[in-house]
């Protein structure tokens, strides 16, 4: 499919400091129950995104399969008012709050079908493929003060460079999360 979109594609993932999104078993409890430490802020005149204000600003958004998987685990389900197409070749699902394409390209004409204009791309694989299709405009990661030694990689091999422009920067007290937004810069 031709690059005609009408839509922003943006991520927004938390990583550790030895770049790994997930543990082996997909487990977040590193990021989403962190140890409690002391950690400084230094101000910034330029901050990063964070979630409350980059949450409301996208719909629709796409996930992988393990991503969505991992989300059927949480206490509630975090995406009652947005569109959700989760990018999957094996999934068979029932479940009507989400749309499964089984390709990029599918995906692709789903997003222009909704009308999407700021699409929330979520899980390393879907990342990597968005990204490695040029289909990734912004891209704010917050690292997480851990080292988890193994995992799942935000970033996989790519067959090209990707340029980015820092667009903001910021650390949070706290949790020691450093968070940095990044424009992708066209080729």
């Keep these: 499919m031709t690059d005609t979109r009408h839509w922003q594609g943006c991520v927004f993932i938390g990583v550790s400091l030895d770049g790994f999104i997930a543990r082996p078993d997909g487990n977040l409890?590193?990021?989403?129950?962190?140890?409690?430490r002391q950690h400084i802020a230094p101000e910034t005149t330029a901050p990063a995104l964070v979630w409350e204000t980059f949450f409301p600003t996208v719909d629709p958004l796409?996930?992988?399969?393990?991503?969505?998987?991992t989300v059927l685990g949480f206490d509630e389900w975090p995406f009652d008012d947005k569109t959700v197409i989760v990018l999957s070749t094996t999934l068979r699902t029932e479940d009507p709050r989400v749309t499964v394409a089984s390709s990029l390209d599918e995906a692709q004409r789903l997003?222009?079908?909704?009308?999407?204009?700021?699409?929330?791309?979520?899980?390393?694989?879907?990342?990597?493929?968005?990204?490695?299709?040029?289909?990734?405009?912004?891209?704010?990661?917050?690292?997480?003060?851990?080292?988890?030694?193994s995992g799942s990689r935000l970033f996989g091999d790519l067959d090209h460079d990707v340029l980015l422009t820092l667009r903001g920067t910021h650390a949070t007290g706290d949790d020691g999360m450093v968070r940095i937004t990044y424009a992708v810069a066209t080729r």
């Design 29 to 36: 409890d590193w990021l989403t129950a962190p140890t409690v």
């Design 62 to 69: 796409v996930m992988g399969r393990s991503t969505y998987e």
């Design 111 to 149: 997003l222009a079908m909704h009308d999407a204009q700021r699409v929330y791309i979520d899980g390393g694989r879907t990342i990597q493929s968005f990204l490695s299709a040029g289909l990734v405009d912004e891209l704010t990661v917050s690292i997480a003060p851990v080292l988890i030694g």
